[in-house]
């Protein structure tokens, strides 16, 4: 059983560029969710996909989008990156229902020069 | 989001200790309560977690430790081994919301 996949592993863009991360939950997981990890510091929640709706949204710009497909996989689109972009996007899939602990990929290195 | 503090930010604990990490916060909606272990390099992967329905749970080393009352939960790690040095984080989440708050992590190294 496959757990949470992400691709890129690693992407180096320049400013002002636009990035797509893409990520396959755990089987049988309908929950996606995004976090960008700074180095040194804890992952800070991006957003949430549940039936492929948006379900609930940190702290960032709109910059940041997102989209989860029938299949449940998910994609992060940050647009006009900024140096402050760069950092290690994870993603993690869990269940709706019952709610429980959140499964996450290795990750997505990006950065941007 | 300062709903989570963490502590200590680093830990060194000799093979065999007792490691011990702290998290308290401030949300009373929080109901779900769990410790992630992340290596370098690598996303976090779940390690235990606690309902608050009890005041303490025990998976083989790993020990959570709830008191509601104090708005705290602990992270014990029995027989401390060099393959648990780690950065551990705390991460509580609630009945309405689905986002998991993070702590700052705490970096254990556990000497041979």
């Known amino acids: 059983d496959a757990g949470v996949t992400q691709s890129p592993t690693h992407l180096i863009k320049t400013r002002g560029q636009q990035v797509t991360l893409r990520c396959s939950p755990k089987s049988g997981h309908d929950t996606v969710s995004w976090y960008q990890q700074a180095l040194g510091q804890g992952p800070q929640f991006i957003f949430q996909y549940y039936e492929e709706e948006e379900r609930q949204r940190g702290n960032f710009p709109d910059r940041f989008s997102g989209h989860q497909f029938p299949n449940y996989s998910s994609e992060l689109n940050v647009n006009a990156l900024l140096l402050g972009d760069s950092a290690l996007y994870l993603c993690a899939s869990s269940l709706a229902q019952p709610r429980g602990g959140q499964f996450f990929g290795p990750g997505t290195r990006l950065t941007v020069l | 989001q300062q709903q989570v503090k963490q502590s200590p930010q680093s830990l060194i604990v000799q093979k065999g200790g007792i490691s011990i990490i702290n998290c308290a916060y401030e949300n009373t909606a929080f109901d779900y309560f769990p410790w992630y272990q992340q290596f370098p390099g690598k996303g976090p992967a779940l390690l235990i977690a606690?309902?608050?329905?009890?005041s303490e749970k025990k998976e083989g080393r790993f020990t959570i430790s709830f008191n509601k009352s104090a708005k705290q939960f602990s992270l014990h790690i029995m027989d401390s081994q060099p393959g648990d040095s780690a950065t551990y984080f705390c991460?509580?989440?609630?009945?309405?919301?689905?986002?998991?708050?993070f702590g700052t992590g705490t970096s254990l190294t556990v000497i041979p």
């Open positions: 991460a509580p989440t609630g009945l309405t919301g689905n986002q998991f708050y």
């Open positions: 606690i309902r608050p329905d009890v």
